[in-house]
């Protein structure tokens, strides 16, 4: 791992990643038109935290998804078991889903970097377990814990190889609250199997709309792994279904797929709030939606 930068560094490279942004931008155009995507829409269990995860999953196999996103600290965390995850895994495949990302619950430093490792390790020990593909942080604000907190991940990084985990970084706020900031930790790391995480609701959502997705996408070329499809609306409400907010999804996906996101997971993470049987609804028109425009850009 490179060493992190200070402050006053990452703040420069900041506006620096906001200048390649408009030479990656130039070359999106160009390149327009390039290769048909090849992503898997799924969805996280996240709108159905306050069911049981088991009717979630139900839920997710009845509205047509074939992948599912861990998204609940009661399926995978800092305090689960390999045993507890396995089962977890076997309940999403007896639903015929795949587990392309699980949200990284309870990984931090704040006591030390070897606790910080010793948690991590433990977390790709049960996506091993649970058939997780992506282990999925959402980084750190505070800058004391800023480089330990990478240090840990590019110390776990090789392990995660081995076990057939990726790890990867989402826009979360703080000092990770952009696709261009997320990118910069990446290169810092500078591992195979780590990379961003997009979600451009919350691009919009901790920039309090200063910062629009559609330009802050060009600056990820070459590092996204995969999405969460979230979207925003003002003021800073990210509970609703994808297509009904602010984000430009079609223009987004456009500009990742110009940017070299050719293939990989699409997972719904948030919809509007209701009852089963209105979280089901809306997750059905979450799928129509992204279905759309994926034929559109193929």
């Not at 392990?159 to 990867?168: D, L, N, R």
């Not at 703080?174 to 199997?193: L, T, V």
Request: net charge negative; proline share 5%.
């Amino acid at each position: 791992m490179k060493n992190l930068p200070s402050r006053r560094e990452f703040l420069a490279g900041a506006t620096a990643a906001a200048a390649l942004a408009v030479t990656s931008k130039a070359r999106g155009e160009e390149t327009a038109g390039g290769q048909s995507p090849d992503w898997r829409i799924g969805i996280y269990t996240r709108p159905w935290n306050e069911f049981d995860y088991r009717e979630a999953l139900d839920d997710i196999a009845e509205a047509g998804y074939e992948h599912v996103g861990i998204m609940s600290g009661a399926m995978l965390s800092a305090d689960t078991t390999v045993e507890e995850a396995a089962a977890v895994g076997e309940e999403c495949r007896e639903r015929g889903l795949s587990i392309p990302s699980a949200y990284a619950f309870g990984y931090t430093v704040q006591d030390s970097l070897e606790s910080g490792i010793t948690i991590l390790r433990r977390m790709i020990d049960c996506c091993e377990a649970a058939g997780v593909e992506d282990l999925l942080m959402g980084g750190t604000g505070n800058f004391r814990h800023h480089t330990p907190y990478y240090e840990g991940i590019a110390e776990c990084c090789p392990y995660a190889y081995e076990k057939g985990v990726s790890i990867s970084l989402k826009p979360h706020g703080g000092f990770n609250a952009s696709g261009q900031q997320c990118r910069m930790i990446a290169e810092q790391i500078d591992e195979p199997n780590f990379g961003v995480w997009y979600d451009p609701g919350n691009v919009f959502f901790y920039s309090y709309t200063g910062l629009d997705p559609v330009d802050d996408a060009p600056t990820v070329d070459g590092s996204v792994v995969g999405m969460s499809v979230k979207d925003y609306e003002h003021p800073r409400d990210v509970a609703l279904t994808p297509g009904t907010g602010m984000v430009d999804f079609p223009e987004v996906l456009r500009i990742l797929r110009d940017g070299g996101f050719t293939s990989g997971p699409l997972v719904v993470e948030t919809l509007k709030p209701g009852s089963r049987e209105e979280l089901l609804a809306e997750a059905i028109q979450a799928r129509e939606y992204l279905e759309g425009i994926i034929a559109e850009l193929a």
